[in-house]
């Protein structure tokens, strides 16, 4: 298999229960099959840190603006996004396999990042929170749902609308509630 970034070998590594694929003397990038990323990104998980110290060729340039195909499975194009909502690593993902490609130095800083799996899902779960108020707050402007959880949206009669349950509230929920009553 050949490295995506640089065109090197890669050679094949064990660590822990996970093969994955490096780039070796070249520019000291990993591949991870699909999902196998997730199990050596924690600072918890010890075998993770083997990767950490990829030998590296310094005359070795890689340009990041390139579009890279999958070494795997041959996609011509992998997709970037980042890997948290710290958005500082930003990495390559095969859309058809579902590999990942982590530049040299990028597996140490997604190890940073948080000090162990529950600081991680915590950071997840707020981010995604932010997100959904984002979505539901564009969603309120769009569809013009306000005031209480019972009442409804400008221009559709009230009565036709079902009764209150237990637990429709004002909050988020209450709004979907209200919103995907009218719709």
């Excluded at 899902?121 to 929170?129: K, L, P, V």
Aim: proline share 7%; aromatic share 6%; net charge negative.
């Amino acid at each position: 298999m050949q490295c995506p970034a640089c065109g090197n070998t890669l050679t094949q590594m064990t660590v822990a229960d996970v093969a994955v694929d490096v780039c070796a003397g070249g520019c000291g990038g990993i591949w991870f099959d699909n999902q196998e990323v997730r199990k050596l990104d924690d600072t918890e998980e010890a075998a993770g840190e083997t990767l950490l110290d990829i030998e590296r060729d310094p005359g070795v340039t890689v340009d990041h603006d390139a579009q890279w195909g999958c070494p795997r499975c041959g996609h011509p194009a992998m997709t970037r996004h980042f890997y948290s909502p710290q958005r500082s690593v930003e990495l390559d993902e095969c859309p058809k396999c579902g590999g990942v490609w982590l530049d040299a130095g990028e597996l140490a800083t997604i190890r940073a990042q948080y000090a162990g799996g529950a600081e991680r899902r915590a950071a997840h779960r707020a981010f995604a929170q932010q997100l959904y108020n984002e979505q539901l707050a564009e969603a309120q402007r769009e569809f013009g749902v306000t005031g209480p959880p019972d009442a409804a949206p400008p221009g559709v009669d009230a009565s036709a609308a079902r009764p209150a349950t237990a637990g429709d509230d004002s909050g988020p929920l209450g709004i979907l509630r209200r919103l995907f009553r009218f719709i």
